[in-house]
T-cell receptor, first 113, second 108 residues
Framework: DVKVTQSSRYLVKRTGEKVFLECVQD?????MFWYRQDPGLGLRLIYF???????EKGDIPEGYSVSREKKERFSLILESASTNQTSMYLC????????????FGDGTRLSIL | SQQGEEDPQALSIQEGENATMNCSYK?????LQWYRQNSGRGLVHLIL?????REKHSGRLRVTLDTSKKSSSLLITASRAADTASYFC????????FGTGTRLTIIP
């Protein structure tokens, strides 16, 4: 089975801090994704990566950046955390971008105080 | 809205009954996917149905797709307490667009 592991289940940070969320997948997938999930809004795509060092903006990239230095690892960076970035963050990986199943981690519930 | 609209938003049924969830959409799609999310966990892929397919089965799950009506349904037969979760309709074209989900509660 595909395993996508997110480094933290719960995280509390302060406004203005630089925050790193890490995601690792073990299935050699080319594609990895970062979403945030908010009540009433569903999942929204922040960034995705289709290869090492390659990235594409999703629907809501503002305030975020990403890094993919190794195929199995995809990091989401909040450059200067703000309270409106309090959310559930979900990482996923897939064989192809949008026509195959995506495999999700268990999420990181991030609170910015 | 470009996302799928799930109906109902919430559903409670007795264990052993069948559960049906519907999804309507407005855009063109290449595929439609259904995912399950247990409380506080990540999403789990259930079924992917392509735009040229009309029906797919997986165990107790049956998905239909009617592209002329731009609608899909997910049927869970003989429900179990473990089926309690949120179910999401996801539209696949140049990206994946997630709906807001149906919250299903199975009453033991």
């Amino acid at each position: 089975d595909v395993k996508v592991t997110q480094s933290s289940r719960y995280l509390v940070k302060r406004t203005g801090e630089k925050v790193f969320l890490e995601c690792v997948q073990d299935m050699d997938h080319e594609n990895m994704f970062w979403y945030r999930q908010d009540p009433g809004l569903g999942l929204r795509l922040i960034y995705f990566s289709y290869d090492v060092k390659m990235k594409e903006k999703g629907d809501i990239p503002e305030g975020y950046s990403v890094s993919r230095e190794k195929k199995e690892r995809f990091s989401l960076i909040l450059e200067s955390a703000s309270t409106n970035q309090t959310s559930m963050y979900l990482c996923a990986s897939a064989v192809s971008q949008f026509d195959q199943p995506q495999h999700f981690g268990d999420g990181t519930r991030l609170s910015i105080l | 809205s470009q996302q799928g609209e799930e109906d109902p938003q919430a559903l409670s049924i007795q264990e052993g009954e069948n559960a049906t969830m519907n999804c309507s959409y407005k855009t063109s799609i290449n595929n439609l996917q259904w995912y399950r999310q247990n409380s506080g966990r990540g999403l789990v892929h259930l079924i992917l149905i392509r735009s040229n397919e009309r029906e797919k089965h997986s165990g107790r799950l049956r998905v239909t797709l009617d592209t002329s009506k731009k609608s899909s349904s997910l049927l869970i037969t003989a429900s179990r307490a473990a089926d309690t979760a949120s179910y999401f309709c996801v539209l696949g074209n140049e990206k994946l667009t997630f709906g807001t989900g149906t919250r299903l509660t199975i009453i033991p």
